[in-house]
């Protein structure tokens, strides 16, 4: 009860603060549709997760002149919860701060944000399960208790003229246009990295070259941490002013092989080459992935979009797999364990039905087995244990639907996630966990999307936010968490009410 009163004095007092300065009404909607709606040839699906915290605020304090301004403010994230199953209290706290640079052609920025949280039955599960915080760092305590996690955000910013952009830092980056991306995600921990976006005619294309660690079992054990790399290459085009299209290219690979360090290779670091074929010319293994990312505009009210990704594949046994579908024969060798891809379908409207404000999106994910996984989990396409696309690995298919309305102030929305994933047994690979080696696999033949053990999960959330002040950047909400999971006809759920006060950092992914 204590952490409740702390709780509503910070809100009574952030919220009487807010009232006396003169905040403009600045939504995230607004925002966003401009992000979607943009006209100019610069656009790109390729999005800083910085972007929205830190450009979108007026510091608490400010020091500016004509050609520099700094801003500072603090950051928070309380929370308190109750989990009706069991009638336990869940809090938080979370206590940091950010800085933000600008003069001229330079912009810098640093977020620093700690957080101690007492999590919900299945949250807790997972953080248990992979030792880490989804979006935040190794998990340190969490097992029973309060799990310690940080989150850290920084970069530096260089734009000498309007065709080239440089940007170090440590952070994250996001391909796409829908809620999740098979591409390039958030939902990992940051990581070093060096960013170049060159700008010219209807075109942007940026270079991303990254440092991330291998945890898999050594978790809080850091001198067992194995470091390993992605050279990452993003066409974008804007055709037309209603279509975009977008080609996407990574290497992975470890910065040791077996006794041999071998670190960043300078084969990769050609900005104006494919990867593939370079990978196959330096005769390497490394772990390879290409794609697609497809966006259709209409009417400055409707997004389509899409995304295809290939980790590996042979056309014949693609034709088999069609073959299979269209008539099924025992003697077709199909399914092949290879054929490793994934797809995206979605749709967002604004101002749906002609209400200002009224936001809905919906989605469609699948990725089959094995895919973002290799031979051994330093190559994986992951982060901390953490895939750096979709979240839930591979092995699944997902349905999304998410609904805000937005006026003045205050956030509406309620959202529906649904996905089945199969899951490997102990001693099993079927296909789901991007940090086994696929060696492990199950099967040559006869892979199936959602093989092993089936796992349906449905989450429904609905929550009511108040943005306190964009000076402060900072949100209460209050939300209601119904989350089922039915696996070999045992269903266990779980239903939270959540109420938090935090500033607007970045998407802390808790609904899979």
């Known amino acids: 009860m204590r952490f409740l009163a702390l709780i509503v004095f910070v809100v009574a007092n952030i919220t009487a603060y807010a009232q006396q300065v003169n905040d403009r009404n600045l939504f995230r909607y607004n925002e966003v549709k401009r992000q979607y709606f943009k006209e100019s040839a610069s656009h790109s699906a390729f999005k800083n997760t910085y972007s929205d915290s830190l450009s979108g605020y007026i510091g608490v304090n400010r020091i500016s002149s004509n050609s520099t301004q700094f801003f500072v403010r603090p950051l928070i994230d309380f929370s308190f919860g109750l989990q009706n199953e069991e009638q336990s209290q869940l809090e938080g706290v979370g206590v940091g701060l950010e800085f933000q640079f600008r003069h001229k052609k330079w912009h810098s920025g640093i977020s620093y944000l700690f957080n101690k949280q007492r999590y919900g039955a299945y949250q807790s599960a997972f953080i248990n399960k992979n030792k880490v915080v989804p979006g935040m760092s190794v998990a340190s305590g969490a097992l029973g208790g309060r799990a310690g996690s940080t989150y850290l955000s920084a970069f530096v910013n260089y734009t000498p003229n309007k065709y ?73 085009w804007k055709a037309t002013k209603w279509l975009n299209v977008g080609l996407f290219e990574t290497i992975i690979w470890g910065a040791k092989e077996g006794t041999y360090t071998r670190g960043f290779d300078p084969n990769y670091a050609n900005p104006f080459i494919f990867y593939r074929p370079v990978e196959f010319s330096v005769g390497s293994s490394d772990n390879a992935l290409v794609g697609a990312n497809l966006k259709l505009t209409l009417g400055k009210i409707h997004v389509f979009y899409a995304q295809l990704l290939f980790d590996e594949f042979l056309l014949s046994a693609l034709r088999a797999d069609v073959n299979q579908w269209r008539n099924p024969n025992d003697s077709i060798l199909s399914g092949w364990w290879g054929n490793k891809y994934g797809i995206q379908l979605g749709w967002i409207a604004f101002d749906l039905f002609k209400v200002k404000g009224l936001q809905a999106r919906v989605e469609f994910n699948m990725v089959r087995p094995y895919t973002y996984a290799h031979s051994n989990s330093t190559q994986a396409y992951s982060n901390d244990n953490i895939s750096l696309a979709h979240p839930l690995g591979a092995n699944f298919h997902e349905f999304i639907m998410r609904i805000n309305y937005e006026v003045k102030r205050w956030n509406f929305a309620l959202n529906y996630h649904q996905s089945e994933q199969g899951r490997s047994s102990l001693g099993q690979n079927f296909g789901e966990n991007v940090q086994l080696s696929n060696v492990t696999r199950a099967m040559e033949y006869e892979n199936e999307l959602t093989q092993g053990n089936k796992f349906v999960i449905r989450f429904s959330e609905v929550s009511v936010s108040y943005l306190l002040s964009q000076k402060l950047n900072t949100t209460v909400s209050a939300s209601y968490i119904a989350r089922g999971e039915t696996h070999v006809g045992n269903n266990t759920n779980n239903n939270l009410f959540m109420l938090r006060i935090h500033s607007n950092l970045f998407n802390k992914y808790l609904d899979y």
């Open 164 to 236: 080239v952009e440089l940007e170090a830092g440590y952070g994250r980056n996001f391909i796409g246009d829908g809620y999740r991306s098979l591409l390039l995600s958030d939902a990992a921990n940051a990581s070093p990295y060096l960013k170049i976006q060159t700008k010219f005619w209807k075109i942007q294309y940026t270079n991303l070259f990254a440092s991330h660690r291998n945890i898999y079992n050594v978790e809080g054990r850091g001198e067992f941490y194995e470091k390993k790399y992605t050279a990452t290459h993003y066409l974008d």
